[in-house]
């Protein structure tokens, strides 16, 4: 079958996605559906290319919260060995008759003590190796802290837009014609305003004998609200300019292709500016469907109520 | 009476406004008057519908401080539990033949002075269990501080628009005819500049038998300013482009409607932009009042005096 | 005289200054020379009218520092006089038959080891209350030190703009004609890019038998620059549609002004906005005045270098 | 030879670089290959012309850890030294009998217990000067390690666009004419969307007898692209509106001129803008060759491998 016959050819390609337009040196998805990049790095060392700010960032809390107790449990078993090696004869408290074995868990208890500066005392340090070592393991710790501190703050201070997006896309009726649709909600207390979004459809054809990546712009109907409390439906109308002029069921069933999908807004909190983005394949759009009104009037008649479980609700329709 | 009927047909419509216009759905006003969507979010765990970090942020400092000594009492409950479960023996400096409820007072100090890093040592733990305990309690008393630094800095850092609104708007004379006028005063010592606002009024109207709303542009005679250091009242003149066109003192009674201010400025401190927004809904208009002026040039004529209490100070006039 | 005759009437006035326009209830200049404005607040308690953090960011460094060492002095007083009536034989370590100021005086160390964390243990808390106590103290310490972070943190990384604008205007020959003309140049190892500027000129005129005050924009040769690393001369030429088209030394002697400027740039080390603004009466500005060129080529040839001394340096001329 | 009549009369000339444009007294290039200006400051004292917090921002990072242990190590010094003179005597549990040295070093290593609040209390501070310094200290103990955690989390929450640049421009073979070609691609975990480049050329040329500096914006075929994930080779096609219009392989080679370019994006997590900058001299201008590409799919088709080594690779190729 040829793919690029079936492409309507009013559409205006998009030329400035960033994306790669040689088809036979890509692989895959363009864009993953949390919303990065689907490339890989190589060429260059493993941690120049990393970003261990960004790297902790995105970690999981639970990943996050282990690797700080893993870190204090190591640097203590290292600080110990030092001060094990310096002779354990130079902290006072610690009876030099016991085991090496009740020495050592000793000198790791005082590390400890010292890294987290509570210093109780009924271990101290004597002689100048063990005294500096012991200065220095609780410099080590601040600093550590210093760290710490920031990375937590990081964290949670980092502005994200807490946006739900629909597993499908939908190809649903809209004004006697047809609509590629994608719903999107907030799911979090936060204040979303001034939000705006772009769409762009990807796809490898056939163009002189070579594959190569085509992008379209896809026009939405608004594209831009002014708060975004609510559920938000883009729409993208398939009219005489669309790319997706003429497609039908099977179209979307057998040709590869992509939709990819970001969105900006100002979070109120925060006073920043966010961004998300995400992507459907062909194979995640539904041909023949209408989104279900997701928000309904409270009970009292003051509040309007938003069901965030039915972000993905639709009823199936027929498309003439 | 048929209220659509009253609307002015000149006046174009919005649709931009991320409001749904499923009336039916609808209850209560769009924005409260703190600015915040007067939604309800349902249909996720509570617990992935709230961003904490955004729920402290906004808690009144009395509760967030509260807030960090009940948990500081707590955590310290536990710990003392678990020494106290350990062995109190394993205390150095607890005398074994105190009573219980003594033995773990002493136990629950140990854990303070444990969890703050302060560690006197006149008690000080011994043991496997009880010392490895005591790192793990001082690495998270040191990573909850790390936490309470991050919110500490996070609430008084956080951008904030100090902007106050008067209670009423006002229908006013304006140049030979009415105009819908809302005032606002920065009240702290902050610096904003390039301020710029957006109204729009909306609506429940019966459209071909059923319930939507409507939304309207509110054109503003000055939507920006350079500089927002004294008052600023917004002027929406009631020309034949409005919405608000021909309505009368009855029509604002009857009619159930409400106007949405957003206000955007940077913030010369924080270097940020800060976003700000209210409502008034019809009741909340009052027909035939004028503002008055609420700065004054000071005794020693060198600076001009904002009178922050006059800003709902408004003198009743007649409107033909 | 009649100041208002003196102004062309082909220059637009600006409306959008966000300053008053009521001449009679104004006082002094519109804004200070250090870019705030010169008003000032009433009618609101002053705690409310005031925004601590703010109020914190721009102490100057020593004064934020000595708030530190009393506030710290005055705790430990607060604290050491509650240990002091709980009894000091709570404190296990002092000398209870001591005189009543060596105790007070102990006590007040104690209470300095524990808000630090310090805590040697040679004095150390026994008795509920003077435990309980004790950890509250650590605990608030730990916070205060907290909200120290977070202000030292907020101070340092507050973005600014180092700016150093020169002291006089000047009216300087331009292109056959005469210009309004300021200089300012970046002081700091800082990287501003995208820099753009704002003039408006103020003035008190009486219209119809009032004092209004009227704005007009003083349109610039160039607004917008890429990179400010080097001096930046704004350039007002005084064409026909100048409002000071036709004002000769004598008029800018006798009538009162005053020319606001502001500037906008993005910082590349802080990724942020930065802004800035300050203003030239009349009296400040120069009639005649060329500016010396204050940048210079290296000995070695290889670099440009600015002198920051010469900012101010202009050689006098005759205009026609 | 003159320079001036190689330029193409055609190309429009740019003057709101921030540049000066008397070349006379300008060395060197206009900006360093790191996007830093290259001018010097001076004429004002060293600490006014230094902003400390971008200092220390910009510090490798194990420069930067080695001022801390260096501070750390001296201020105990003259701690410790403050003790030594007020009396070894008033520190509890130094054995006053030992040499001077010895003593010192113990009154060193209290300095340090106190600075990082451990504490042991093996000694311990007695008397009101020396328990008032120890309280001072740890004071400044514990705001120096509030300044520290600021220092840290400004490092490495500071938004920074990670971009590599090819080392050479070229000019390269583009659509039956030649272009200025520059590439670029982001090495790091992180995600920029919304970028956009601007191109200047910049020249000092002879003026009616006098040497001045001639800016020219270079005009890009793409200046914007939504997402920055790949490789991006900026494209200046040289056209008949180029100012590098009929310039040859030896025109380069001769003339001195510099190519500056700048790249804002929009950084997906720091939630923030971030920009960049280099420059490329007429001797970093390889003429006749055309990048090879960079990114490769991966072997098992399911994603895109980008090759940072391959940054600078192209082949030569002959210019008509």
Same mark, same amino acid.
């Given at each position: 079958m040829n793919i690029f016959n079936k492409i309507n050819t009013n559409a205006a390609s998009s /030329? +400035?996605?960033? @994306?790669?337009?040689n088809a036979s040196s890509y692989g895959g998805r363009f864009i993953n559906k949390d919303g990065t990049a689907n490339i890989k790095k190589r060429g260059m060392p493993f941690f120049s290319r990393i970003s261990w700010y960004h790297t902790l960032l995105n970690l999981p809390r639970w990943k996050f919260i282990s690797l700080l107790f893993i870190f204090f449990a190591s640097i203590n078993f290292v600080f110990a060995g030092l001060y094990y090696l310096i002779g354990i004869e130079y902290l006072d408290g610690i009876d030099p008759s016991g085991s090496a074995w009740l020495k050592f868990s000793k000198a790791y208890f005082f590390s400890a003590q010292t890294f987290t500066t509570? $210093?109780? $005392?009924h271990i101290s340090p004597s002689g100048i190796l063990t005294s500096a070592l012991a200065a220095g393991e609780a410099l080590t710790g601040l600093l550590s802290f210093a760290i710490a501190t920031g990375l937590f703050y990081g964290r949670f201070s980092r502005p994200k837009a807490f946006i739900k997006f629909s597993d499908n896309a939908l190809i649903a009726p809209y004004k006697g014609m047809t609509a590629f649709m994608v719903r999107m909600a907030p799911y979090k207390n936060t204040n979303l305003i001034d939000a705006n979004s772009r769409m762009t459809l990807g796809m490898s054809i056939e163009e002189n004998g070579a594959m190569v990546n085509k992008f379209y712009t896809l026009k939405l109907e608004m594209y831009e609200i002014n708060s975004l409390s609510l559920s938000w439906t883009l729409v993208h109308p398939i009219d005489e %300019? /669309?790319? @997706?002029?003429? @497609? +039908?069921d099977a179209d979307f069933a057998t040709i590869e292709g992509e939709v990819i999908l970001y969105l900006k807004a100002f979070d109120d909190l925060f006073s920043s500016s966010v961004a998300v983005s995400t992507s459907y394949t062909f194979e995640e759009i539904f041909y023949g469907g209408k989104f279900e009104m997701m928000y309904t009037e409270s009970e009292d008649n003051t509040r309007t109520i938003l069901?965030? %479980?039915?972000?993905n609700s639709f009823k199936k329709v027929a498309l003439n």
């Open positions: /030329s +400035n996605t960033g @994306f790669g337009t509570v $210093g109780y $005392g %300019d /669309s790319p @997706f002029y003429g @497609f +039908n069901h965030l %479980d039915k972000i």
